[in-house]
């Protein structure tokens, strides 16, 4: 299994950026297909982007598009999600995710293993 402990959330305001860290703990790290997903207060789970094993393959939202970025450093056992250009309706507790791979699912109920979330909040 595979421990995960996401860092990076906070307040800040419409426009700015922020980078999110999910470190990972155990041996099959690299082997393993790593998602984001987000959650609003009164909202569904809702996909962010999430990466193959060797960071080549990797899929977004149509609502972060070209505004994230997802990164993995297998050597470190770490991944990120590099937000630029904050919006106030990207607010919600963001989830790093672990899945077995190789395929990169996109469903939340496809990744075993989650973090314990990182608070996102974008002031307008």
């Known amino acids: 299994q595979v421990q995960l402990v996401e860092s990076g959330g906070g307040l800040v305001q419409a426009g700015d950026s922020l980078r999110l860290s999910c470190a990972a703990s155990?041996?099959?790290?690299?082997?393993?297909?790593m998602g984001w997903f987000r959650q609003a207060p009164g909202k569904e789970r809702e996909f962010v982007a999430a990466?193959?094993?060797?960071?080549?393959?990797?899929y977004y939202s149509d609502s972060v598009k070209g505004r994230f970025t997802m990164s993995r450093d297998n050597a470190k056992k770490t991944v990120y999600l590099q937000m630029n250009s904050l919006k106030p309706e990207d607010t919600a507790a963001y989830y790093c995710?672990?899945?077995?791979?190789?395929?990169?699912?996109?469903?939340?109920?496809?990744?075993?293993?989650w973090g314990q979330g990182t608070q996102v909040t974008v002031s307008s």
């Open positions: 995710a672990a899945a077995a791979g190789p395929y990169v699912p996109r469903r939340g109920d496809e990744y075993a293993q």
């Open positions: 990466i193959s094993r060797t960071g080549l393959t990797i």
């Open positions: 155990g041996r099959t790290y690299s082997n393993i297909v």
